[in-house]
């Protein structure tokens, strides 16, 4: 079954720490995305990467790092930097010319405290 | 500065009868656009595109109609049913600049039985 995956499902952390969010993919998909959703709020980009050990900032980059070391795998640090990381956080890939046909993982909830 | 608006955050419809979800976008080189469904603690998954070449796309249920000259775009669901209550995001994207794409806020369905 091809798919993403984000582990995960919901995570608690004490304010201070950083935290990293798995994202898996197998559909073979060059490009992978982190959206953030707050209530109320619609999607908001945080990272992005097109192709391995490549990757841009988003609309709300700031407190967050990602990394691109495989295909498959995008994960998301959320440093203690971020002002307010609790937040819904979503996973998405790609065909790379085709980024507006996103594939959504199921999403990793993150409480800090 | 929000490209993509969606001014309802919620709306509620009788089973069976016909729901009409709203966007409005304010960028004009948009020409690709998307509704996408989420439940609760999920990931959105993709519902229906149109590109802008067209004004209407049909999909079982699901109709899309695009207005490119007063920038809206609107989502029929015919009939209703009580599993299409969850939230729908419009999203839409500039095909080749990017690869983002721009997501309203959202308005949740509540299907009344």
């Given at each position: 079954d091809?798919?993403?995956?984000?582990?995960?499902?919901?995570?608690?952390?004490k304010?201070?720490?950083n935290v990293?969010?798995?994202?898996e993919?197998?559909l073979?998909?060059?490009?992978?995305?982190?959206?953030?959703?707050?209530?109320?709020?619609g999607?908001?980009?945080?990272?992005?990467?097109?192709i391995?050990?490549?990757?841009?900032k988003?609309?709300?980059?700031?407190?967050?790092?990602?990394?691109r070391?495989k295909?498959?795998?995008?994960?998301l640090?959320?440093?203690?930097?971020?002002?307010?990381p609790?937040?819904?956080?979503?996973?998405?890939?790609?065909?790379?010319?085709?980024?507006?046909?996103?594939?959504?993982g199921p999403?990793?909830?993150?409480?800090?405290? | 500065?929000?490209?993509?608006?969606?001014?309802?955050?919620?709306?509620?419809?009788?089973?069976?009868?016909?729901?009409?979800?709203?966007c409005?976008?304010t960028?004009?080189?948009?020409?690709?656009?998307?509704?996408?469904?989420?439940?609760p603690?999920?990931?959105?998954?993709?519902?229906?595109?149109?590109?802008?070449?067209?004004?209407?796309?049909?999909?079982?249920?699901?109709?899309?109609?695009?207005?490119?000259?007063a920038?809206?775009l609107?989502?029929?669901?015919?009939?209703?049913?009580?599993g299409?209550?969850?939230?729908?995001?419009?999203?839409?994207?500039?095909?080749?600049r990017?690869?983002?794409?721009?997501?309203?806020?959202g308005?949740?369905?509540?299907?009344?039985?």
């Amino acid at each position: 079954d091809g798919g993403i995956t984000q582990s995960p499902k919901y995570l608690f952390r004490k304010e201070g720490q950083n935290v990293t969010l798995s994202c898996e993919q197998n559909l073979n998909h060059d490009a992978m995305y982190w959206y953030r959703q707050d209530p109320g709020q619609g999607l908001r980009l945080i990272y992005y990467s097109q192709i391995v050990n490549d990757f841009q900032k988003g609309d709300i980059a700031e407190g967050y790092s990602v990394s691109r070391e495989k295909k498959e795998s995008f994960p998301l640090t959320v440093t203690s930097a971020q002002k307010n990381p609790t937040a819904f956080y979503l996973c998405a890939s790609s065909i790379l010319d085709r980024a507006y046909e996103q594939y959504f993982g199921p999403g990793t909830r993150l409480t800090v405290t | 500065d929000q490209q993509v608006k969606q001014n309802s955050p919620s709306l509620s419809v009788q089973e069976g009868r016909i729901s009409i979800l709203n966007c409005d976008y304010t960028n004009s080189m948009f020409d690709y656009f998307l509704w996408y469904k989420k439940y609760p603690a999920e990931g959105p998954t993709f519902l229906i595109s149109i590109s802008s070449i067209k004004d209407k796309n049909e999909d079982g249920r699901f109709t899309v109609f695009l207005n490119k000259s007063a920038k809206h775009l609107s989502l029929h669901i015919v009939p209703s049913q009580p599993g299409d209550s969850a939230v729908y995001f419009c999203a839409a994207s500039v095909a080749g600049r990017d690869d983002k794409i721009i997501f309203g806020k959202g308005t949740r369905l509540h299907i009344l039985p």
